[in-house]
């Protein structure tokens, strides 16, 4: 099991690691933007396919992340090495707080409490206009010298994304992941065998908020500004939608999903302004026809053969 995501991870990076070979800045930023969105869907289905919680709220930590990382870099001139892992830091704080009170709710319950944490999260970046910037967004975040040409960011981002995702390789295959799946399937059975749930639950709720506040980072450093919007339950249902598209059954379902769902939305908006419908449509037929998302399709032809 290990051994061929292992390979899965390393191929995939080797792949990538060709795109600024291509020549093309348009290429460069598209992939850079799909790495960052492959590393939140896969932190949002560290709860969503393993814990089986569904969070509605999952980008306050996203944009906790890239505001976190902006403000350290800018306001307070601090060098990358510290202001990322510091709104890492920053966000696992919160991320625990408000994890502390959601875990204590499930199923519906859970996903609404999310929603408004999430939604309160929003409030204060918005309102907050001597930090944040307010509706008008924080602006001129400056990436260091380093990685200042979208190859050279790029690549980071790949480094960063990588090493992401072998941690949550490592994290899904430990007695850890083993309890969040025992939790899933049956949590009062897992409570008897002795799991401490909510214990549990608030760890995975932590580790997925701070993998999420991670990609926020990059995304921040990405677009060389950030705003509130990122925070918006919108942005949460999209990374859902990733999630659910790719596979929530699998570790590189939300990769998968993260993949498709950008490359379509950019081919499509070039043909039709429909775009939203045109997702509606996609998320309808996949719970539909496909509800295993696209690793399942591809693990039920691998089946067949």
């Given at each position: 099991?290990?051994?061929p995501?292992?390979?899965?991870?390393?191929?995939?990076a080797?792949?990538?690691?060709?795109?600024?070979?291509?020549g093309?800045?348009?290429l460069?930023?598209l992939?850079?933007?799909i790495?960052?969105f492959?590393?939140?869907?896969?932190s949002l289905?560290?709860?969503?396919?393993?814990?089986?919680?569904?969070?509605?709220?999952?980008?306050?930590?996203f944009?906790?992340?890239g505001?976190?990382?902006?403000?350290?870099?800018?306001?307070?001139?601090?060098?990358?090495?510290?202001?990322?892992?510091?709104?890492?830091?920053?966000?696992?704080?919160?991320?625990?707080v408000?994890?502390?009170?959601?875990?204590?709710l499930?199923?519906?319950?859970?996903?609404m409490?999310?929603?408004?944490?999430?939604?309160?999260?929003?409030?204060v970046?918005f309102?907050?206009?001597?930090v944040?910037?307010?509706?008008?967004g924080?602006?001129?975040?400056l990436?260091p010298?380093?990685?200042g040409?979208?190859?050279?960011?790029y690549l980071?981002t790949?480094a960063?994304?990588?090493i992401a995702?072998?941690?949550?390789?490592?994290i899904?295959?430990s007695?850890?992941?083993?309890?969040?799946?025992?939790?899933?399937?049956?949590?009062?059975?897992?409570?008897f065998?002795?799991?401490?749930?909510?214990?549990i639950?608030?760890?995975?709720?932590?580790?997925?908020?701070?993998?999420?506040?991670t990609?926020?980072?990059?995304?921040g450093m990405?677009?060389?500004s950030?705003?509130p919007?990122?925070?918006?339950?919108?942005?949460?249902a999209?990374?859902l939608v990733?999630?659910?598209l790719?596979?929530?059954?699998?570790?590189?379902?939300?990769?998968?999903?993260a993949?498709?769902l950008?490359?379509f939305?950019r081919?499509?908006?070039?043909?039709?302004?429909?775009?939203?419908?045109?997702?509606?449509?996609i998320l309808?037929v996949?719970l539909?026809f496909?509800?295993?998302?696209?690793?399942?399709?591809?693990?039920?032809?691998?089946?067949?053969?």
């Open positions: 099991m290990w051994r995501s292992l390979i899965a991870i390393f191929a995939a080797a792949v990538f690691a060709l795109i600024p070979l291509s093309s800045t348009y460069t930023y992939f850079t933007q790495l960052i492959i590393l939140f869907a896969t289905n560290l709860l969503i396919g393993y814990l089986g919680l569904v969070s509605f709220g999952h980008a306050a930590y944009a906790l992340g505001y976190g990382c902006a403000i350290l870099l800018r306001t307070y001139e601090m060098p990358l090495i510290v202001a990322m892992p510091g709104a890492m830091v920053m966000t696992a704080v919160l991320a625990a408000i994890g502390f009170f959601c875990v204590r499930t199923s519906y319950y859970f996903a409490l999310t929603l408004a944490f999430g939604q309160l999260v929003w409030a970046v309102k907050w206009r001597s944040t910037g307010g509706d008008d924080f602006l001129r975040i990436a010298e380093w990685i040409t979208p190859a050279s960011f980071f790949l960063v994304v990588t995702m072998l941690a949550l390789l490592v899904t295959q007695p850890l992941g083993r309890m969040l799946v025992a939790i899933r399937e049956n949590e009062v059975r897992a409570g065998l002795g799991v401490h749930t909510r214990r639950q608030l760890i995975a709720f932590v580790l997925a908020g701070t993998f999420a506040s990609a926020g980072a990059l995304f990405f677009n060389r950030i705003f919007n990122s925070a918006w339950w919108l942005q949460s999209e990374v990733m999630v659910v790719g596979g929530m059954n699998s570790f590189f379902g939300p990769a998968l999903g993949i498709a950008i490359v939305g081919i499509t908006l070039e043909i039709t302004v429909y775009w939203p419908a045109l997702l509606a449509i309808i996949t539909f496909f509800p295993n998302g696209i690793a399942g399709l591809f693990g039920a032809r691998r089946g067949k053969r």
